[in-house]
């Protein structure tokens, strides 16, 4: 049965403009001028739909996800009237309007505002974000449902299953998140066919030095982890049960000195990498965890509290609930029916996430208070009615 998507009210309250002119207003109208230059898509006349407030259009879709196309762009238009803002725009266009103006935007630009724009949020002096001199990041994978269109599914694919065929397309998605203040700062995506430690690698040069990696077994693997040592990025990774680490050196802490081999060179004992090997198991559990780490001296690092911070690794987790949950409605689709689209739609959920999860941190900054204690569609949901005053970034 088809669905009708819900309308906006009618009559507009002030808080609803002031909502959006501050959840747009983390992207800047200068960081999008210069993303639209790296892509060569200056404006040279302005449209009724200009490029301008297309990308901004994009954004918002993910805000009001279950609000039609039509109603977001007149919320959008209205919103920018009120605050008497200089950006050139229309009327309201039908769907097939707004279609031709998103494929005009296309998807390249989008990414290129994600990259400039969104970064590692916390400063040192939040403690919450930072294990000693290291600034605490996690990655992980996740799939996102696509709609039941030809083209989402010669080129993303369809997930295998035991009897007969999938009902969506699903893209496959590996991003890097800052643990303390759960902003995406980095995405990759690709065909659900493409691994997630394929798409990972792509995410390294995002790491550097001040910088301690957290990931789960899955991205346990030798080429992954020789890779991401190439960062100088500190990393923490579990790793099977089933791999085997010789113990070449005892140390204090109860963790062992060992080398990491890539497959057969594991019988001929070259070109491996030293590690540190942590095992524990939780009280209560029976399940043992075996963690490798690249910090080799005890007294940077000791064991027990590595053991303690991999477990913050699952925060990553709650960024995804947010984005798959809270900003998307649950078990819905993206709503664009091409590739070049539905990879612009995916931007534009990462920079509204960003948006919403930098004004919280501020929030965390004014008030002195613990991260955890904010709910994110909470945050959401007192923006969208209390917010008193606020700047657009068109100027």
């Known amino acids: 049965m088809a669905r009708t998507k819900s309308c906006l009210s009618a009559n507009f309250r002030e808080s609803d403009f002031l909502t959006l002119a501050s959840l747009l207003g983390v992207v ?130 369809l997930p295998p299953c035991s009897r007969g065929t999938t009902a969506f397309p699903q893209l496959r998605l590996t991003v890097m998140i800052e643990v303390g203040t759960y902003a995406i700062t980095a995405a990759t995506h690709g065909p659900f066919r493409e691994g997630e430690n394929t798409q990972a690698k792509r995410l390294i040069p995002h790491l550097d030095s001040s910088m301690l990696l957290i990931a789960d077994r899955g991205f346990g693997c030798y080429p992954f982890f020789a890779e991401a040592m190439t960062s100088e990025a500190a990393l923490l990774f579990r790793i099977r049960n089933n791999m085997k680490f010789e113990c070449e050196k005892m140390l204090s802490d109860g963790s062992f000195l060992s080398t990491f081999y890539s497959g057969l060179e594991h019988r001929k004992k070259i070109n491996g990498s030293q590690v540190r090997v942590i095992e524990y198991t939780l009280k209560g559990a029976k399940e043992k965890y075996r963690l490798i780490t690249n910090i080799l001296v005890p007294e940077e690092a000791p064991a027990i509290e590595l053991a303690q911070l991999y477990h913050e690794r699952w925060e990553i987790e709650i960024g995804y609930d947010e984005l798959k949950n809270h900003l998307k409605l649950p078990g819905t689709n993206l709503r664009s029916k091409t590739p070049e689209l539905v990879i612009q739609e995916l931007y534009g959920f990462f920079l509204a996430h960003y948006t919403v999860r930098t004004l919280m941190y501020k929030a965390v900054l004014k008030k002195h208070i613990d991260p955890d204690s904010l709910s994110f569609i909470g945050t959401v949901r007192i923006l969208r009615r209390k917010i008193t005053s606020a700047r657009f970034p068109p100027q």
């Open 28 to 157: 800047s109208f200068d960081a999008l001028t210069n993303a639209l230059q790296k892509c060569g898509l200056a404006t040279k006349r302005y449209r009724k739909l200009p490029l301008e407030l297309m990308a901004y259009y994009v954004i918002c879709l993910s805000l009001y996800s279950s609000v039609s196309l039509q109603e977001v762009l007149r919320c959008l238009l209205e919103g920018m009237q009120w605050l008497k803002l200089k950006l050139p725009c229309g009327a309201i266009e039908g769907r097939g309007g707004i279609s031709r103006a998103r494929k005009r935007l296309g998807s390249k630009l989008m990414e290129v505002l994600f990259q400039d724009v969104c970064r590692p949020l916390a400063s040192p002096e939040s403690r919450f974000a930072f294990y000693k001199k290291w600034r605490l990041m996690a990655i992980d994978g996740t799939t996102f449902a696509l709609p039941d269109e030809k083209a989402n599914s010669d080129y993303f694919g």
